[in-house]
């Protein structure tokens, strides 16, 4: 139990589907990401959430809309995503301040047809 | 700006034998270091960290000490299993950053 959950595990939308990622963490932190890991490719860091206000977005096309309506949950609304949207994307959480260690979850397996 | 260099994989070893992963970073200030691992079908778990120079990070065998004056945390391991297969990442953070800066990852396969 990482105690970061991610729902649904897979994803298979149509680039026309309005579709969303939940993130859920019980561990009390203040700080939430969300990352995108494609095949052959560094860790992408989208966004940043810190006391439930984003802090960082990462040059992410707007077609990627991330919410935080509180410090435990962590959205990413998706709509008219294209096949190279298509990876494993991870949310993470973290005390925030100056411990930086992350705790992640098991990822969300997108395929967009 | 801040950076983590990490070995290139894939890295293929033997049942038993010895492991070391290099990484190096560059950084302002002073950095703590961490190796994080991802076996397959799963998100990222943290294997070691180390906040300041000379610290020793271990875990499951696996050790990395943070060598400030070649700015390096190598990951070590004396004997390994085919349980550890999986995909290693080196990253930092700055203190006061909320951010990871990760490297590429080093694929690693134990063959029995």
């Known amino acids: 139990e990482t105690g970061v959950t991610q729902t649904p595990r897979h994803l298979v939308m149509g680039m026309t589907n309005k579709k969303s990622l939940k993130c859920e963490q019980h561990?009390?932190?203040?700080?939430m990401y969300w990352y995108k890991q494609s095949a052959k490719k560094p860790l992408e860091l989208m966004f940043v959430?810190?006391?439930?206000?984003?802090?960082e977005n990462n040059s992410v096309p707007s077609r990627f809309s991330p919410e935080c309506p509180n410090s435990s949950h962590l959205f990413l609304h998706l709509h008219t995503l294209q096949p190279e949207d298509s990876a494993l994307y991870l949310c993470?959480?973290?005390?925030?301040?100056?411990?930086?260690?992350?705790?992640f979850g098991p990822g969300t397996r997108l395929t967009v047809l | 700006g801040n950076s983590v260099t990490q070995m290139e994989g894939p890295v293929t070893l033997s049942e038993e034998a010895f492991l070391t992963i290099n990484c190096t970073y560059t950084?302002?200030?002073?950095?703590?270091l961490f190796w994080y691992v991802q076996y397959p079908g799963e998100g990222l778990q943290l294997l070691l960290k180390?906040?300041?120079?000379?610290d020793k990070g271990s875990n499951k065998g696996f050790e990395a000490t943070y060598r400030k004056e070649t700015t390096s945390f190598h990951l070590e391991k004396g004997s390994v299993q085919v349980s550890d297969s999986a995909v290693y990442f080196c990253?930092?953070?700055?203190?006061?950053?909320?951010?990871?800066?990760f490297g590429t990852g080093t694929r690693l396969t134990i063959i029995p």
């Open positions: 993470a959480s973290a005390v925030g301040g100056i411990d930086n260690e992350q705790f």
């Open positions: 561990l009390g932190h203040n700080a």
């Open positions: 959430y810190n006391f439930k206000e984003q802090t």
């Open positions: 950084a302002t200030g002073y950095p703590s």
């Open positions: 180390a906040t300041k120079a000379d």
């Open positions: 990253a930092q953070s700055n203190f006061g950053n909320e951010k990871l800066t």
